[in-house]
């Protein structure tokens, strides 16, 4: 019936137009759901938008100015540090106004044993020392495989393939808010992003090269600094993902390791691997735990790059 089908395919047309009025793109699962009364769904959505976003813009602002104001109040008197209003109010603003902080809380609550360090925040060209290193040893191999565990928004993913151009790239991370922004800014056919809490998740692949950068950690523990750690993340967990992590490295591989709450040279696998790099010393300080989870006052880490003895590799290949 032509009538009929000219009338489907204006409706449909209606359809997607409003879709990319609402968000730009289309997003398909919403509209799944919305399909039924298309009209009426998208207006309540865009309604819900319009009154949404200046609370989640309001709360942004607020939660800024507040960190301006109590910063300088807490380097005045230290024990503010500890006022507990403070912190809630500026965690519920975040919370209304950051979505990737909602997923990790999300995932805090109801995966606590998968999930590291709760910030997806990173930013391009971070580690220039060790990427500059790392072109300069690996730069010139074609054949590479290498894994950003705990990649986030991509930025260390671009960093790699500016480093290596011939590599290919996997990104394995928790957040699926974090690698649907990373697959739209990285479009290339070498990188590929797994939604994952294990090295593993992206298949039983031996890295020449494996980063799991920030991710190790917990950001509350270097503001805070509590005695003891495990209430927030264990040894006994750290290690584990590193041994997870030598698991999917080759022999002589390298394993950049850095911005943890833990050394690896406290691990059952200091023997197996030699730093070879340093970080330049700075002035923010991680929290240090030992493998007792007490905090080492004043101890800075600097070891960011290390190489896997061959020898090593025997009795902890992927199985
Ligand atoms: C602070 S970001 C670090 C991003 C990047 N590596 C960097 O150094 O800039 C920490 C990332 O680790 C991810 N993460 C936390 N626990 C994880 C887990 N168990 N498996 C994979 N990723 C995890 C978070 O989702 C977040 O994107």
Redesign the pocket.
């Known amino acids: 019936m032509p009538i009929l089908q000219t009338e489907r395919w204006i409706a449909d047309r209606r359809k997607r137009s409003t879709e990319t009025w609402i968000y730009g793109t289309a997003r398909p699962k919403l509209f799944v759901r919305s399909n039924s009364a298309p009209h009426f769904s998208h207006l309540a959505v865009a309604r819900r938008r319009m009154l949404l976003l200046p609370a989640a813009s309001t709360a942004k602002v607020l939660n800024v100015t507040l960190a301006r104001f109590s910063a300088p109040l807490r380097s005045i008197a230290p024990g503010l540090r500890r006022v507990s209003a403070i912190g809630r109010l500026r965690r519920a603003l975040r919370y209304l106004s950051d979505a990737s902080y909602r997923e ?1 809380l999300y995932l805090q609550r109801y995966r606590p044993e ?4 709760l ?5 391009e060209d ?1 580690y220039p020392h060790l990427f500059a290193d790392i072109a300069a040893r690996l730069g010139d191999r074609a054949d590479l495989n290498v894994l ?5 928004t991509g ?2 993913v671009r960093a790699l393939r500016k480093a290596l151009p011939q590599a290919h790239i996997t990104g ?4 699926e808010r ?1 690698l649907r922004t990373a697959r739209r800014r990285i479009r290339d056919p070498r990188v590929r992003f797994v939604q ?3 090295p593993g998740a992206a298949g039983d692949v031996e890295y020449d090269l494996i ?1 799991c ?3 190790l950690q917990r950001g509350e523990l270097s503001r805070l600094r509590p005695d003891d750690c495990s209430q927030f993340i264990s040894f006994e967990r750290f290690e584990r993902a590193v041994l997870d992590l030598d698991r999917y490295l080759k022999p002589n591989g390298l394993l950049a390791l850095y ?1 943890s709450n833990f050394r690896l040279a406290d691990t059952r696998l200091a023997a197996n691997y030699v730093p070879i790099l340093f970080a330049p010393p700075h002035r923010e300080q991680r929290a240090l735990y030992g493998p007792d989870n007490r905090l080492i006052p004043d101890a800075q880490d600097l070891s960011i790059l290390f190489v896997k003895q061959a020898a090593a590799h025997a009795d902890s290949s992927v199985g």
């Open positions: 990790m998968a999930v590291f360090q910030s997806t925040w990173t930013r971070r950003s565990f705990g990649c986030s930025a260390e394995v991370d928790i957040s974090a994952g809490s294990v980063l950068l920030a991710v911005h």
